[in-house]
C-alpha cells in the first residue's frame, strides 16, 4: 500500500485546493506588505542609528560682548567704585573751636571738629592755606601763619571729588602784631620767702606764664594798660625766673630773659600730710606742716576755715580736719591774713557727686565751678565786674569750689561770673580762671 495521500473527488477537490492555497498567498503578501511599511515609517521617524548634528562655531569674539551684557563682569568692581555706588555719607559743616581771642601773627594752630575722615580746607581772606584730615575722634588741627590785620577764616569740608560739601559760618577775627618778650619788674632782686606778688608787662590781652626753678607757677593775662600780675609763693634761696608770652594757641611766642632772686627768712609754712594726690575717706584726717614756733595758722579747704592751729617750739603743726566726699584743696594761711603761704595740696575724698542736671563742660548759672590750678596761687573776688585797685573783697586758693550765680558779663578783658563759694563768700570773679571740674 502507498503511503501518499489519496484524493477523493476528483478534478473538483484538485480545484478546491488551488483557491485555498492561492487565496493564502495573496493574504499573507497582503499582510507582509503592512508589517513592512510599518515597519519602514518606524524607523524613518526614529532611526537605530541618528547621525550626529552639526554645530555652527561661533567665533569667541561675538560671544565676549554678549557675555560682558549678560554675565559676571570680566573685572571685579574696585572698593573705590564699590563706595563710590554706595549711597554719600552726609558730611557737615567743620566747627572751629580755637579761641580767636588776644590773635597775633605768626604761627597759628586752628583746631576744630568735623565728620571723621573728612577734608576740612581753611581759608583766611579767601586764600587757602591748608588742609587738614578730620580724626576718627571728629577732631581736626593745622598750623598756618597768620599776618597782622583783619583776617576772614572760612573752614569748608570737602567731599571725595575736592568741591565743597558744607561750610561753616565767617569767623572775623583782628591779628595783632607779633607779640613783645614780656618783662618782670617785681620783686626786688632780694624778698621775702612766702606769699609774693610777680608783675611786669607785656602785650595787652595776651597770656603770660611764669616759671620758677623750672617749675611752672601759673599763668595770667595782661591787663588792657599793658601789665600783669602773678601771685605765687617763692622758698628761701636762690630762685630764677622766667616769663614767657603765650600765643592763643598755647605755644610759647617770645620770652624774657631769666631774672635770679636770692630769697632769705619767711615763714616757712608748708603743708606735709596729706600729700598732693591723695585717695582720702569722708571723715576725720590728720593735716600737718611746718611753720615758724608761735605762728597761729588756719587751715582751709578751698576758701572754708576747718581749723586753727599753732606751730610748735619745734616749728612744726598737726591738727585733725572733717572732709566731706568730693574733692579738697589743703591749704594754710595766717591767722588775719587773706594770703595762703602755702601752695594747695589736692585731695579725692571719696567719690565726688554727680554734677547737677544740666551742667557739664560749659560755666553755667546754677552750676558749680573751681578756681583752676593753672593760674596763680589765689583769685581775687572783686565787688562788681571791673578791675580796680580798691574792690577785692576776697583772695580764692586754688581749688576753691563755688556756685555761679549770675554772668557772664563782658569787662576789661575779661568774662565775669558773679559766684557764692563754699566758704560764703560772694562776689565776681574771672572767668578765664574757672573750670567747670576740678582740675
Not at 41 to 55: I, Q
Amino acid at each position: 500500500m502507498s503511503d501518499r495521500p489519496q484524493y477523493v473527488g476528483g478534478d473538483s477537490n484538485r480545484d478546491w485546493y488551488g483557491f485555498y492555497w492561492g487565496w493564502l498567498l495573496a493574504v499573507g503578501a497582503a499582510l507582509f506588505t503592512t508589517l513592512l511599511c510599518f515597519l519602514l515609517s518606524v524607523l524613518v521617524a526614529r532611526p537605530l542609528f541618528p547621525t550626529v548634528a552639526t554645530v555652527d562655531v561661533v567665533p569667541t569674539s561675538a560671544i565676549a560682548p554678549t557675555i560682558a551684557a549678560t554675565a559676571v563682569p570680566a573685572v571685579l568692581p574696585t572698593a573705590a567704585a564699590v563706595a563710590a555706588a554706595l549711597p554719600a555719607a552726609v558730611i557737615e559743616a567743620p566747627v572751629l573751636l580755637s579761641t580767636l581771642e588776644a590773635v597775633v601773627a605768626g604761627p597759628f594752630t586752628f583746631r576744630g571738629t568735623g565728620t571723621p575722615d573728612s577734608t576740612v580746607a581753611l581759608l583766611v581772606n579767601g586764600i587757602s592755606v591748608g588742609t587738614a584730615t578730620v580724626g576718627a575722634d571728629g577732631n581736626w588741627s593745622l598750623e598756618a601763619a597768620l599776618e597782622a590785620g583783619p583776617a576772614e577764616i572760612a573752614a569748608q569740608a570737602l567731599d571725595t571729588t575736592g568741591a565743597v560739601a558744607a561750610e561753616a559760618a565767617l569767623v572775623t577775627v583782628e591779628v595783632g602784631e607779633a607779640l613783645a618778650a614780656p618783662t618782670l619788674t617785681t620783686p626786688a632782686a632780694e624778698t621775702t620767702g612766702g606769699p609774693v606778688t610777680l608783675s611786669g608787662t607785656g602785650t595787652a590781652g595776651s597770656r603770660v606764664r611764669v616759671t620758677v626753678n623750672d617749675s611752672v607757677v601759673g599763668t595770667t593775662v595782661v591787663g588792657a594798660d599793658g601789665t600783669w600780675e602773678l601771685e605765687t609763693i617763692l622758698s628761701s634761696g636762690d630762685q630764677q625766673v622766667v616769663v614767657e608770652a603765650l600765643g592763643a594757641d598755647g605755644n610759647v611766642a617770645a620770652a624774657a630773659e631769666p631774672v635770679a632772686f636770692t630769697v632769705t627768712g619767711g615763714l616757712g609754712v608748708s603743708v606735709s600730710a596729706p600729700a598732693e594726690g591723695d585717695v582720702l575717706q569722708p571723715g576725720p584726717i590728720t593735716v600737718s606742716g611746718t611753720g615758724a614756733a608761735g605762728t597761729v595758722l588756719e587751715v582751709l579747704d578751698g576758701d572754708l576755715v576747718l581749723d586753727q592751729v599753732t606751730a610748735g617750739a619745734d616749728d612744726t603743726w598737726t591738727t585733725q580736719v572733717t572732709l566731706e566726699a568730693g574733692s579738697a584743696s589743703i591749704s594754710v594761711r595766717e591767722q588775719g591774713s587773706d594770703q595762703i603761704l602755702s601752695r594747695p595740696v589736692r585731695v579725692q575724698v571719696g567719690t565726688s557727686a554727680a554734677l547737677p542736671a544740666g551742667c557739664g563742660a560749659e560755666l553755667k548759672v546754677g552750676c558749680p565751678a573751681w578756681v583752676t590750678r593753672s593760674g596763680g596761687l589765689t583769685l581775687r573776688m572783686r565787688s562788681v565786674a571791673v578791675i580796680s585797685a580798691d574792690n577785692v573783697i576776697a583772695r580764692l586758693p586754688i581749688g576753691t569750689e563755688m556756685e555761679l550765680q549770675e554772668g557772664p558779663q563782658s569787662a576789661d578783658g575779661f568774662t565775669w561770673w558773679r559766684v557764692t563759694t563754699k566758704g560764703g563768700n560772694d562776689g565776681w570773679v574771672a572767668g578765664e580762671n574757672l573750670v567747670s571740674q576740678p582740675d
